[in-house]
């Protein structure tokens, strides 16, 4: 998974890909519990390109986009919103998995 490099990169990718944005932090505990599995979840899902999007780095983005809680993902498709999988709470590969097959 590539890491977001700016607001403009980030602006770009919703546009033009099928782009799945992880919201994400070092300090948390629950976004590094998604750490291990995360690579498997990229590989089931291809179609997708995941990018990490460093929630201390992005804090306006994250704002203007209302991520309020990580981890979290934000899907775009088409140049559209097509999903948002956003909370506090710790997620499992199974309900990530979950939420991404119901974007196919």
Known sequence: MRDLQS?????????????????????????????????????????????????????????????YGIPSFLVFRNGLEAGRFVSKDRKTKEEIEQFLTELL
């Open 7 to 67: 607001v403009e990169e980030f602006q770009a990718l919703k546009l033009t890909e099928d782009v799945v944005f992880l919201f994400t932090a070092g300090w948390c505990p629950d976004c590094h519990f998604i750490d291990p599995f995360m690579p498997e979840v990229e590989e089931k899902f291809e179609i997708f390109k995941f990018v990490s999007v460093n929630r201390d780095q992005f804090i306006d983005l994250c704002a203007e986009q209302e991520i």
